[in-house]
């Protein structure tokens, strides 16, 4: 019955954050149109390809050599390898031009590569990986602007059949596939939902394909760009805007508009839900109303979680008689606590009639909030029905 009730409660969370997105989602549409006219550049999300199809993109029809930015801080790991048998080092970020292949050497025997998740899952032979006498090669073919995100190599230690990577050592470069075409990496969304926590900083993705790009921040409604002042909201080309420090205000339809050159376009558009996130996970205290039962007797055992308002906690239990399938029943309530504080009271009472042999153990209730669970017990035990001990 509880575990139902928690199914119930998730799902009753889950749809109240999409009816509030789609609320917001409405408004964003109607926004919409008047927003295409301000940013010419836009083009319309639905003729964006889909990620995974960029691949199939026509190359630049002119192919230049791939450009590559002066390495800032060389790596001892990583090289490029630009023609055959010519190397450079690499620094934190390279910049190829779209259709280009990337070519990146990895010493060690053997190395392991981390690259883009989307070309994880979504490779279409252009991806090639090889494994050399001394050093790991990874090639990109007919790369896309979809490719831009950090390449990692990683050395790995083996022992026997046993490896496992070295995550302090791994060489890393962030590779931006330059496209004259588009400024921003395509998504596979029109808009994208994202999560607004009091304790989180909540990120802006908004990945741009050249480093050169100048990229802001804009609300839709109403219509202003978002000041970026670095500390409340910062922006870096390799992770986008981070809002450091999220408040009920930052909530909204958001979107970023890049430009470079003569280009100006906008993101995929955000969706800025604000959660009101607990501090801390629960911590819950547990008791029953006796520490022996006497057959035949009723037992209540309270689980009892103070807590911030507006933070939803659920409670579930375990308890000895669960695996016979014996039907103790819950009362739940919240009240709020006096005194004008923010807290209030959230309790499950489990109701044990007419107490059994098996009825003897373990009483644990675990509560949950967003931030985590905390479980705690006590134990009950039963005694032979005439003795009627009165405790507690
Ligand atoms: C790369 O593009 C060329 C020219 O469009 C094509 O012939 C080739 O098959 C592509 N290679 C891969 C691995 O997709
Ligand atoms: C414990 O609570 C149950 C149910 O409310 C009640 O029947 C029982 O008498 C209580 N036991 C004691 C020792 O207070």
């Known amino acids: 019955m509880t575990s139902v009730n ?11 954050a999409l009816l509030i997105c789609f609320m ?63 190397f450079t080092k690499v620094g934190e970020t390279l910049k190829v031009q779209v259709g280009d292949t990337l070519e990146l050497r990895c010493r060690g025997k053997p190395v392991q590569w981390g690259v883009p998740s989307y070309l994880e899952e979504d490779d279409e032979g252009r991806l090639r990986m090889v494994q050399n006498e001394r050093y790991g090669v990874l090639t990109l073919v007919n790369s896309t602007g979809a490719d831009t995100g950090e390449y990692t190599c990683y050395p790995m230690f083996c022992e026997d059949t046993d490896c496992r990577k070295d995550y302090d050592k791994a060489g890393k470069v962030f590779v931006f596939f330059t496209d004259p075409q588009e400024l921003f990496v395509p998504s ?24 050169e790009a100048k990229v802001t921040l804009h609300r839709e409604y109403p219509p202003v760009e978002v000041e970026v002042d670095g500390t409340e909201i910062s922006f870096d080309v390799k992770k986008g805007f981070t ?10 339809a958001l979107y ?43 037992l209540r055992v309270s689980c009892t979680v103070t807590g911030e308002r507006d933070v939803a906690v659920d409670i579930t239990w375990e308890y000895p008689g669960q695996q016979m399938g ?30 059994r042999d098996v009825d003897q153990g373990t009483y644990t209730c ?27």
């Not at 006590?378 to 009627?388: G, N, R």
């Open 6 to 16: 928690l199914i119930g409660w998730k799902w009753r969370r889950v749809l109240g």
């Open 24 to 86: 917001i989602c409405d408004l964003a549409y109607c926004h919409k149109d008047a927003q295409e006219q301000k940013s010419p550049g836009r083009k319309a999300k639905s003729s964006k390809p889909k990620v995974g199809k960029a691949a199939h993109k026509e190359p630049p029809a002119v192919k230049t050599k791939p450009k590559i930015k002066a390495p800032a801080q060389a790596q001892t790991l990583l090289t490029q390898v630009i023609n055959r048998g010519r």
């Open 188 to 211: 596979s969304d029109y808009y994208e939902v994202i999560q607004l926590r009091t304790n989180w900083p909540t990120r802006l993705p908004c990945q741009v394909t050249s480093p």
């Open 243 to 252: 809002i450091h420090r999220p408040r009920p205000y930052h909530a909204g």
């Open 256 to 298: 970023c508009v890049a430009s470079l050159g003569g280009l100006r376009q906008s993101s995929t558009k955000y969706m800025l839900i604000y959660v009101n996130y607990p501090m801390a996970p629960p911590a819950p205290v547990i008791q029953a109303n006796a520490s022996s039962v006497a057959t035949g007797d009723n």
């Open 326 to 355: 014996r039907p103790p029943y819950t009362l739940e309530s919240i009240r709020p606590l006096g005194g004008g504080s923010a807290r209030h009271q959230t309790q499950s009472i489990l109701l044990v009639d007419e107490v």
């Open 366 to 392: 675990t509560a949950e909030n967003l931030q985590g669970s905390k479980s705690v017990s006590t134990t009950v035990k039963v005694l032979p029905a005439k003795v009627k001990p009165r405790k507690l």
